[in-house]
């Protein structure tokens, strides 16, 4: 599939105990059996589709592919768990919520779910597919580690993914980091990236 970043290999896959279907994408030669740069991103239809300057997921689409052709090889899995694994009516719902002044953590607590729903057991299974034994995780999160860990996969290294603060997003940022666990940088100084340009343009 060629991509404004260059012409990554779609795989398809489908999850037997949900029916969800989810996505591959793979940049260059991963058999060599070195460790591969690998992102987990989470379905963010809101974020990744619609440009939401809620939160920072589409910054870090676009950012991990462009880190993925860069290095010359990796993958990107694309994982359908929208919401962090609540759904889309359940995350529209919390957006409701926080609307009102309540952070993300709280308003997913008020609808009486979890913070955060994912489980990674079935991206392990895509990594073991794809050959991917070894990987360097671009993540903020050290619950997507432990969660790769947790089901066999050697995750040598985390490599930071910080990009897309901006004015409207940055609550939910540090809520992230400071609720959540999220590894950022707050000491930093980010650009304000309110016009969502594309870092492919």
């Given at each position: 599939?060629?991509?404004?970043?260059?012409?990554?290999?779609?795989?398809?896959?489908?999850?037997?105990?949900?029916?969800?279907?989810?996505?591959?994408?793979?940049?260059?030669?991963?058999?060599?059996?070195?460790?591969?740069?690998?992102?987990?991103?989470?379905?963010?239809?809101?974020?990744?589709?619609?440009?939401?300057?809620?939160?920072?997921?589409?910054?870090?689409?676009?950012?991990?592919?462009?880190?993925?052709?860069?290095?010359?090889?990796?993958?990107l899995l694309y994982l359908r768990q929208?919401?962090?694994?609540?759904?889309?009516?359940?995350?529209?719902?919390?957006?409701?919520?926080?609307?009102?002044?309540?952070?993300?953590?709280?308003?997913?607590?008020?609808?009486?779910?979890p913070a955060d729903a994912r489980d990674?057991?079935?991206?392990?299974?895509?990594?073991?597919?794809?050959?991917?034994?070894?990987?360097?995780?671009?993540?903020?999160?050290?619950?997507?580690?432990?969660?790769?860990?947790?089901?066999g996969v050697d995750v040598v290294e985390?490599?930071?993914?910080?990009?897309?603060?901006?004015?409207?997003?940055?609550?939910?940022?540090?809520?992230?980091?400071?609720?959540?666990?999220?590894?950022?940088?707050?000491?930093?100084?980010?650009?304000?990236?309110?016009?969502?340009?594309?870092?492919?343009?």
């Amino acid at each position: 599939m060629t991509t404004a970043y260059g012409d990554f290999r779609l795989h398809g896959f489908k999850e037997p105990a949900t029916g969800l279907e989810h996505a591959a994408l793979c940049f260059g030669d991963l058999s060599t059996g070195e460790p591969v740069l690998v992102r987990l991103h989470s379905e963010c239809l809101t974020g990744d589709a619609f440009g939401s300057c809620h939160c920072d997921c589409g910054p870090q689409l676009r950012s991990a592919l462009k880190a993925i052709a860069t290095a010359g090889r990796g993958a990107l899995l694309y994982l359908r768990q929208e919401g962090r694994g609540i759904g889309l009516l359940n995350k529209i719902r919390a957006y409701a919520l926080q609307e009102t002044g309540v952070d993300t953590l709280d308003a997913n607590r008020l609808l009486g779910l979890p913070a955060d729903a994912r489980d990674y057991g079935f991206a392990a299974t895509m990594l073991s597919q794809l050959g991917i034994r070894s990987v360097k995780l671009l993540t903020n999160n050290p619950g997507k580690i432990e969660g790769l860990k947790a089901h066999g996969v050697d995750v040598v290294e985390r490599v930071s993914l910080q990009v897309g603060r901006t004015t409207r997003n940055g609550a939910y940022l540090d809520t992230k980091a400071h609720r959540m666990g999220h590894l950022f940088d707050l000491a930093r100084e980010l650009p304000d990236e309110a016009s969502e340009a594309d870092p492919a343009r």
